[in-house]
């Protein structure tokens, strides 16, 4: 009976316990006890569910008399499992000063409050009441509170498992209760799973920290230590990952722009072969870091400002809270253009070719690779930037200039430092607060290739948005792009330029893909300049859309849907994200640019015509001779012998080099405009649009490319609806707080953020609070409409370039700071109308009368270096 029993057990599905019960009644002999089958068949039921051998004929064998039964379901009791207890508080003792303002106060509970319940919230908190201060002192106290009871709801949660493992059944049913109790061992254990995983990258981040606070060695806080004397320490400390020269290589590292005088260098700018026939391999690198990392994250708080230097600002504002800052970890992220230390790289400026250049290093062979990349100094700097809380971007900035300021010991500690920019990657599994300008959170792709979430994924994290009342502007800004008449007409000329000298070298899909993008440039030059070149099909939407533009002089801008736009330039049969992707993989892009500033700078020159002596029948000197294009012919300059008449002359192609490319080496900013417009219309979705503006016409004649600048003729792309690009992060983030000191009305962002992600009004917590001076001590603002003078103060786009409101301007600042006994702040709308400015002044003197009277300080273009200027 024992046998059979435990063929009958095994052989039933958990769909058919019922049954199982009334075979139990059938075949049991009332001599076994239940306790003695339970026993024997614990240690097997685990293949019970997998093992359906025999089901059918055990059931036709049934009696028909005995009806199959279902049992009800498992007691809800099964997967109730204890409950997580959120944290409470009231008071924040790390706030830095000893009596908040009322405002503070409450907005540090709301917040508090809002993440304990795992709900979002809209902000409202007027400039200069401490916001980011108040905001960070009740995130990281939630923080901290949320990962103590973390752990003390783990311990529950093992008991309970522990419990239930070692429970046993004695009853009659014990189908039923082995049923429930294995249902409960797996809840317990994917509740149990994830907790753990924290657990231990907070036991990681807990250790880092305790190790670097306790060495003497190592601590930016101690003595008010620059990163240089850190540095040097930090060297000194890993004494075996510098290299054996001494760190010669990366100081004598070879720039990457070519400048070779030998025609063996252009096989460095020939292009991959077809990226479709292999999938589109993702970068070597990437793939590698991505096979050896885990999914073990902290618990993280990404904070988001607009630019780097208010991220700066928030971390002197975290800076003044010791006790809370010396307790948990913090990552400022930043692209390789900020954090790359290998000059030849970060020398590049454009932030497309520093990549491609880095990714260029790190995939390439041994003798090519990134001394800064090697994986000991790269981990070994991670655990540096966690556990002594030192920012990858001040490191970066003072290991570049460590070799100008003491070449020998720094030198050597750059090398030993590594590239801080995978140092960074790395150490942002265990960062619990992520420090992050809006686009790399907002873009799909850069959150991915910067390592946020898993796999781009920001479930379970917190997000602050700051300065919120920018965010769907900057949504906006981050999915629109826009390239000019100029750009498309240079990128023509650089990709006609390459395929010509690489026509009989390119495989028939890299050929495709390069006529395909020159094509593109070309019909998205004739959209601006109104001459549509659709297929005949189309003939009438051209005609449509060229009215429109050729209205009249002053020609308008257009607007088109994507779909429109590509059928109206007769590129709809192109498959843009095929062509996005070859462009983007296999460093095509940084291929064809260096074939440019080679191409232009060593190939124009014309070369001396060899003698008798030197010309030979080699194989080399035939392939010379062949890859040097074919001989043109050219007419001669003569105004009074007739065209047809006119004697031909042959050159050769470099004659011609000369004058038709010698501008190639400036046409790589151009073509990477036009790739990132390609981008945006590939990930466009139903609200994209694209606005034709059109050259200037006279006529029949189009101006020539130099006078054409962006405003006057291009292409843009934006967006109309910048919410939905935020539902998935705001579906998958455990909370979102949109902070601004001006987010009224909350309507707009209830609409536009969260309806449209699944959360409703109750998901969200409102907030607003006044300034914390009364109204009646507030200062009072006074707005002036003119000059001293008279003039008046028209800063308009159409009368801002006026050289009299301009002077106006200057002498009214001076007088300003004759009367004013601390220092000015002055405003400009953009960078480019304060260099108008700043040359206006200096030309009529004004500049020199305010050095004069105060010190001044310009704003620079870089974010980064504006901490520079500010000290």
């Not at 991959?272 to 999938?279: D, I, P, R």
């Not at 602050?464 to 000329?493: K, M, P, Q, T």
């Amino acid at each position: 009976s024992c046998f059979l029993l435990l063929w009958v057990k095994r052989s039933l599905p958990h769909s058919l316990y019922g049954v199982g019960s009334e075979i139990w009644k059938i075949i049991s002999p009332s001599t076994l006890l239940v306790s003695d089958s339970v026993c024997l068949l614990d240690g097997i039921m685990e293949e019970f569910e997998n093992d359906t051998f025999g089901d059918e004929l055990l059931l036709a064998s049934l009696d028909s008399t005995v009806a199959p039964t279902q049992t009800p379901p498992a007691n809800s009791t099964a997967t109730h499992l204890p409950e997580y207890k959120p944290p409470t508080r009231s008071i924040f003792p790390s706030f830095p000063y000893s009596t908040p303002y009322p405002q503070q106060i409450s907005l540090m509970q709301t917040v508090y409050s809002c993440l304990a319940s795992a709900k979002c919230a809209v902000i409202e908190s007027p400039t200069g009441t401490g916001k980011s201060l108040s905001l960070l002192a009740s995130c990281l106290h939630w923080l901290l509170d949320h990962n103590e009871a973390t752990g003390a709801h783990l311990a529950l949660l093992r008991d309970d498992l522990k419990a239930t493992v070692n429970c046993t059944h004695s009853g009659p049913d014990w189908v039923q209760a082995y049923a429930q109790r294995r249902e409960r061992r797996l809840a317990l254990n994917s509740a149990i799973e994830p907790l753990e995983s924290q657990q231990s990258a907070l036991c990681k981040v807990n250790k880092l920290i305790e190790e670097y606070s306790s060495s003497s060695s190592i601590s930016m806080a101690k003595s008010g230590r620059t990163f240089s004397q850190l540095a040097r320490e930090y060297a000194s400390l890993f004494p075996d990952s510098l290299p054996s020269d001494g760190g010669r290589r990366a100081r004598e590292a070879k720039p990457l722009s070519v400048r070779e005088k030998t025609d063996e260098d252009e096989d460095k700018f020939l292009v991959a072969s077809s990226l479709l026939e292999v999938g589109f391999p993702k970068d070597e690198e990437e793939e590698k870091e991505k096979e050896g990392s885990t999914d073990t994250r902290v618990l993280q708080i990404i904070y988001c400002s607009r630019t780097h230097s208010q991220l700066g600002q928030v971390l002197a504002e975290l800076k003044k809270m010791p006790s809370l800052a010396e307790r948990i970890s913090v990552v400022t992220l930043a692209s390789r253009q900020l954090l790359c230390v290998n000059q030849p790289v970060f020398s590049l400026k454009n932030a497309a070719l520093v990549r491609d250049a880095c990714l260029d290093l790190v995939g390439g062979p041994k003798q090519k690779n990134c001394v800064f990349r090697a994986k000991a100094r790269v981990n070994a700097l991670s655990e540096l930037l966690i556990g002594a809380r030192v920012s990858a971007h001040e490191a970066a900035a003072a290991l570049r200039s460590a070799g100008r300021e003491e070449k020998c010991d720094i030198e050597e500690a750059v090398v030993a430092a590594g590239c801080p920019y995978y140092a960074n990657r790395a150490a942002l599994p265990l960062a619990q607060l992520v420090l992050a300008p809006y686009q790399t959170v907002l873009v799909p792709g850069l959150r991915q290739a910067s390592g946020l979430g898993t796999d781009g994924n920001l479930r379970d994290t917190v997000l602050i948005f700051d300065e919120a009342h920018n965010l769907l502007d900057a949504v906006a800004a981050s999915f629109s792009a826009s390239v000019s008449h100029a750009d498309l007409a240079s990128s023509g000329r650089l990709l006609g330029a390459y395929m010509d000298r690489y026509r009989s070298r390119l495989s028939a899909i890299a050929l495709l893909r390069l006529r395909q993008l020159k094509q593109v440039a070309a019909a998205a030059s004739a959209s601006i300049s109104g001459e549509f070149q659709g297929l005949a099909g189309q003939r009438r939407h051209r005609l449509d859309a060229q009215q429109r533009i050729r209205a009249s002089v002053d020609a308008k801008e257009t607007v088109y849907t994507t779909s429109e736009w590509l059928l109206v330039t007769g590129i709809d049969h192109i498959n843009l994200d095929q062509l996005v992707e070859y462009l983007r993989q296999g460093h095509c892009l940084q291929k064809i640019i260096g074939f440019g500033k080679w191409f232009g700078s060593v190939r124009s020159r014309p070369r001396t015509k060899p003698t008798s002596a030197t010309v030979g029948l080699s194989l080399s000197t035939c392939l010379e001779k062949l890859t040097g294009g074919p001989r043109r012919v050219v007419k001669e300059e003569d105004e009074n012998v007739p065209s047809l008449t006119k004697k031909r002359k042959v050159v050769s192609a470099q004659a011609v080099e000369v004058s038709q490319n010698s501008d190639l080496e400036s046409c790589g900013p151009g073509l990477i405009a036009l790739l990132s417009f390609l981008e945006a219309l590939a990930q466009s979705e139903s609200d994209g649009r694209v606005i034709v503006s059109p050259v200037q016409v006279t006529g029949r004649t189009l101006q020539s490319d130099s006078d054409c600048v962006p405003h006057d003729g291009g292409l843009r792309f934006i967006i109309l609806n910048p919410g939905r690009y935020l539902q998935d992060i705001v579906r998958d983030a455990r909370s979102v707080l949109l902070v601004g000191g001006t987010m009224k009305p909350f309507e707009e962002f209830m609409e536009q953020v969260f309806r449209p992600a699944g959360k409703d009004d109750a998901d969200v917590v409102l907030f607003s609070c006044d300034h914390v001076i009364d109204a009646e001590r507030q200062l009072v603002i006074y707005s002036l409409s003119q000059s001293p003078k008279g003039l008046s103060w028209d800063f308009t786009f159409k009368n801002r370039m006026n050289p009299s409101l301009m002077s106006a301007c200057g002498e009214f600042i001076c007088e300003l700071c004759e009367v004013t006994p601390g220092g000015l702040a002055v405003f400009f709308p953009s960078f480019d109308y304060l260099g108008t400015i700043w040359t206006h002044w200096k030309t009529t003197g004004l500049l020199q009368r305010l050095q004069n009277i105060k010190k001044l300080f310009r704003e620079p273009r870089q974010s980064t270096a504006l901490s520079q200027v500010n000290t």
